[in-house]
């Protein structure tokens, strides 16, 4: 079986990859979708830095030895038109396309630093 | 943070506020700020894969070149360029990779810090823990043979017992074997496939016999030298035995430019000598899988043009010469390298159990196959045996036994 990799348009888009040591939860278990995670700042230096609730992180900009492509799965039925993944059947054609390709990260590597603050009341 | 119902919307006062807070300098922040937040979809990311590309791989997916996944549900899966095979793997990691579509590098968030700071709104379209890493592997053609087998030609007086179904066309082989295409055409050659009316067909071993035994016999017949094989001469005198295109793949197969010509200019050929003693003893070996070394090399030595002289170092790959101490003699015993399993870890101990200790001249054809652009002979060899010498002699045997 062959399923093809199409490329999506002319131009490749260009992503990031923010790297985390360890993992994004929140506080009250809700799902993480569509929720505010933090702020990133860079310095004029250009070392980027994150605060994450009461967190603070410094990363570093790198670019991948080994970039990544974005590849999407999509169900095309006999029509050759988009199909949910819950429709696939037998007739159904598998393709994958490039959305973009991923360059550089920025990389979180170290410890977060607490940020400590007399007014709570922030995020 | 007035209304709780509607999506928490960050403010350029909110961001200032932690800047002080964390005690950070703001006129040594550049100007823009991204706010991240996750996408309304950022747990369904079950239909977006990370895949890792080297230099090759990205130059092929920027032309548009179109890569594809192949294998069936059985084998494991093997990405393809036009003409480079890849070995898929999934990597974990235990950091998390958030993918961000729209995410401003250091560059490109300004220089001077403004009177006011400039927000942006930056979507996690989701995270990921696994991505997809390749390493260029040689494409897995094992397969050529058994699945052509059925319809292999087996002359042109067989062709109506075989079943019209089981045929293979370039379409249909393209779809059942993992290698590029550029890898598979060229492989088509060496496995000797031939184009018949458009099908790729196998030869049987006996048509092989058959066909190459009449091309090797025009040798005496016409008392040609060796180096002056005469190919449209051999061609016009089989014409009525051997289909063109089976002439042409067989005789280039096993022929080459000698460098001498015909008085019209055409090139003349000799017949490589290994590659024809080797499909000999082969054929002997088939009738007769274990020999006396003597007997055996008596038989070779008949069955070959006179002009060829078989030397046992050519049997690598086909069959061991082993001294039987039960009988007091040296045998030479039928061991087809294509019989062996094709994992690694297997091959090599079938090896090993077959035969103790072997010399790097005596394994190689034995593995050869499993060498890959980063893992040579003596890699392999380093990594799955053992070695010691012996009468200065260096030999190979197994890692784990005594």
């Known amino acids: 079986m062959i399923i093809r990799i199409k490329k999506d348009g002319e131009d490749t888009n260009e992503w990031a990859i923010i790297e985390l040591q360890g993992d994004l939860e929140s506080r009250t278990n809700q799902s993480l979708n569509d929720q505010f995670i933090g702020d990133l700042h860079y310095t004029k230096t250009g070392t980027p830095i994150l605060i994450v609730g009461h967190h ?36 159904t054609r598998t393709e994958y396309t490039v959305r973009a390709i991923v360059k550089k990260k920025l990389v979180f590597r170290v410890r977060p630093k607490p940020i400590i603050a007399n007014v709570p009341k922030m995020v | 943070m007035a209304d709780v119902k509607e999506k928490y919307r960050r403010t350029a006062d909110d961001v200032q506020k932690v800047i002080t807070l964390s005690k950070l300098d ?62 898929l793997q999934e990597a974990e990691t235990s950091n998390s990779l958030l993918l961000v579509p729209d995410c401003k590098f250091s560059k490109e968030t300004g220089s001077s810090a403004g009177t006011c700071r400039i927000l942006q709104e930056t979507t996690v379209k989701g995270v990921f823990y696994t991505y997809f890493e390749v390493s260029q592997c040689r494409p897995r053609l094992n397969k050529l043979h058994k699945v052509l087998a059925s319809s292999a ?16 066309n370039w379409e249909k082989l393209v779809q059942e074997i993992q290698a590029s295409e550029d890898e598979l055409r060229e492989a088509l050659s060496s496995y000797l496939i031939v184009n018949i009316n458009g099908y790729l067909r196998s030869l049987t071993f006996e048509y092989e016999t ?193």
């Open chain 1, 56 to 91: 603070i992180l410094y990363g570093k900009e790198v670019s991948l030895d080994k970039p990544f492509a974005v590849l999407e799965k999509i169900h095309y039925n006999e029509n050759d038109q988009v199909v949910d993944k819950s429709m696939s059947d037998s007739r």
């Open chain 2, 26 to 87: 703001e006129t040594e922040l550049t100007e823009i700020t991204q706010v991240l937040q996750f996408s309304p979809e950022s747990d369904q990311t079950s239909h977006i894969k990370l895949l890792e590309l080297d230099s090759h791989l990205l130059q092929a997916v920027k032309e548009g070149d179109s890569l594809t996944f192949r294998g069936s549900e059985e084998e494991s899966v093997v990405l393809c360029s036009r003409n480079r095979t890849y070995d």
């Open chain 2, 153 to 168: 030609f087996n002359g042109k007086e067989c062709e109506s017992l075989v079943d019209q179904t089981t045929l293979y």
């Open chain 2, 210 to 402: 058959h066909a190459l035994s009449l091309m090797l016999d025009l040798i005496d017949e016409n008392s040609w030298e060796m180096d002056e094989i005469d190919k449209e001469m051999s061609f016009s005198l089989l014409e009525e035995l051997i289909p063109d295109s089976v002439f042409q793949v067989l005789f280039h197969a096993y022929a080459e430019p000698s460098g001498k010509t015909k008085e019209n200019g055409e090139s003349l050929f000799r017949y490589n000598e290994e590659k024809v003693c080797k499909f000999l003893a082969k054929v002997l070996l088939a009738a007769s899988p274990v020999n006396k070394y003597d007997e055996f090399m008596e038989a070779w030595k008949i069955g070959t043009p006179d002009c060829m002289e078989p030397k046992d170092s050519w049997l690598g790959g086909i069959a061991l010469i082993v001294f039987n101490t039960r009988k007091n003699v040296k045998e030479i015993i039928s061991y087809p390298a294509a019989d062996l399993p094709d994992g690694i870890n297997q091959r090599f101990e079938e090896l090993f159990k077959t035969k103790e200790k072997w010399t790097i001249e005596e394994i190689t054809p034995y593995i050869f196959d499993l060498t890959t652009t980063k893992t040579n002979v003596n890699g392999l060899l380093t990594k799955y045996a053992r070695s010691s010498m012996s009468n200065g002699i260096k030999y190979y045997s197994s890692k784990h036994c005594k």
